[in-house]
């Protein structure tokens, strides 16, 4: 099975302090998703990748940063967070050829 | 992308079927129909997909309209384990990018 892995479960940062959520996936699928998910809201779009190195922006990115400099491994970097910024962020991949999103199982953030 | 219509809840006894439909009346001929469901505290899930014809895995069953107005998501045998928000998507088949998630169906397994 394709596993996408998120490094924190939880994380509680300080207002201004700069974050790195990583996430790395295992079946080398070219698409990868950054998506918050807030209350009332459901899932937003921030940034996805199609390749390495390649960045679209989606429906929410201000505010965001992302990074991919290996196929398995899409960065989201939030340069100065803030507390509007507390969410539960979700990484996916895809393979191109198929159509299924596989997701991680998501990374709690508090910005304090 | 087309939208889609879902209850917000629905309550299912254990062990029986549970139906969860899905309209989307603006449905484009080249539209896929996605289920993806999301346990609490974790990622989503993807369930099933269908274009036209009805669709069958392990999970579960997808039965689309003839129209593709509508679809009914079927849980066989709900188990207490199925409580989840169910989504259902409707997403151009050359679009093999982002996905857009409503509010979805709150499901409930009771005992």
């Known amino acids: 099975d394709v596993k996408v892995t998120q490094s924190s479960r939880y994380l509680v940062k300080r207002t201004g302090e700069k974050v790195f959520l990583e996430c790395v996936q295992d079946m080398d699928h070219e698409n990868m998703f950054w998506y918050r998910q807030d209350p009332g809201l459901g899932l937003r779009l921030i940034y996805f990748?199609?390749?390495?190195?390649?960045?679209e922006k989606g429906d929410i990115p201000e505010g965001y940063s992302v990074s991919r400099e290996k196929k398995e491994r899409f960065s989201l970097i939030l340069e100065s967070a803030s507390t509007n910024q507390t969410s539960m962020y979700l990484c996916?991949?895809?393979?191109?050829?198929?159509?299924?999103?596989?997701f991680g199982s998501g990374t709690r953030l508090t910005v304090v | 992308d087309a939208k889609t219509t879902q209850p917000p809840s629905m309550d299912c006894a254990e062990g029986r079927a549970a139906n969860l439909p899905c309209n989307h009346s603006t449905i484009s001929g080249n539209e896929y129909v996605y289920w993806y469901r999301q346990i609490h505290s974790q990622g989503p899930q993807y369930i099933i997909h269908g274009l036209k014809n009805n669709e069958t895995n392990e999970m579960a069953s997808l039965i689309i309209t003839e129209d593709r107005k509508s679809s009914t998501l079927i849980l066989p045998h709900a188990t207490l384990r199925d409580t989840a928000v169910y989504y259902c998507?409707?997403?151009?088949?050359?679009?093999?990018?982002?996905?857009?998630f409503g509010a979805g169906t709150q499901v409930v397994v009771t005992p």
């Open positions: 990748s199609y390749d390495v190195k390649m960045k």
């Open positions: 998507i409707v997403r151009p088949t050359d679009s093999w990018g982002k996905l857009q």
């Open positions: 996916a991949s895809q393979d191109s050829t198929r159509y299924g999103y596989t």
